[in-house]
T-cell receptor, first 113, second 115 residues
């Protein structure tokens, strides 16, 4: 069965520092991979997605993610974090013939000034 | 703004009661999904409807049911509520229901508190 693992429950960084959030997936075929962000009291907003092609994908708000098939990973990165990036981040994998997404348990990002 | 509207935003009710959560998808989206978000279970897929028909079912309890109406809005009915049903319930919509590369657009959720 498909699954997504986000090994880091909580990450704290200083504003201006670089960020990498880890995501590992388990899926037999070529996965469709997504990163979503959830701010307090809000729904989930799509940051970026990977379907095929270039393994480095660019998203909104200056985020990017790299698909590494050999490592079954899809890590999210940002070179310089802003205080407004504090939120919960979810990695998700899409399944074959439906739009249903399987989500990881999320990583809560805290940003210190 | 994702274009997905969920009502109500908050709901407080007692154990044993029944509630209905409503979702209006983005204009043009045919597929609606319901997810439950709780502290201990994370984001759990409940059910999907596509153009009025049930398409996929996840970890949805028998006490819960949903439907999608001809105007494409959807309702999630929760009955015989228990304390453990307290959670944030999200609705999401997508253009199609049959391709994993069609991103989901989420509403802001309904926070259900069962006392």
């Amino acid at each position: 069965a498909q699954s997504v693992t986000q090994p880091d429950i909580h990450i704290t960084v200083s504003e201006g520092a670089s960020l990498e959030l880890r995501c590992n997936y388990s899926y037999g075929a070529t996965p469709y991979l997504f990163w979503y962000v959830q701010s307090p009291g809000q729904g989930l907003q799509l940051l970026l997605k990977y379907f095929s092609g270039d393994t480095l994908v660019q998203g909104i708000k200056g985020f990017e993610a790299e698909f590494k098939r050999s490592q079954s990973s899809f890590n999210l990165r940002k070179p310089s974090v802003h205080w407004s990036d504090a939120a919960e981040y979810f990695c998700a994998v899409g399944q074959g013939d439906t739009d249903k997404l399987i989500f990881g348990t999320g990583t809560r990002l805290q940003v210190f000034p | 703004d994702s274009g997905v509207t969920q009502t109500p935003k908050h709901l407080i009710t007692a154990t044993g009661q029944r509630v209905t959560l409503r979702c209006s998808p983005r204009s043009g989206d045919l597929s609606v999904y319901w997810y439950q978000q709780s502290l201990d279970q994370g984001l759990q897929f409940l059910i999907q409807y596509y153009n009025g028909e049930e398409r996929a079912k996840g970890n949805i309890l028998e006490r819960f049911s949903a439907q999608q109406f001809p105007d494409l809005h959807s309702e999630l009915n929760l009955s015989s509520l228990e304390l453990g049903d307290s959670a944030l319930y999200f609705c999401a919509s997508s253009t199609r229901g049959d391709r994993a590369n069609s991103p989901l657009h989420f509403g802001n959720g309904t926070r259900l508190t069962v006392t």
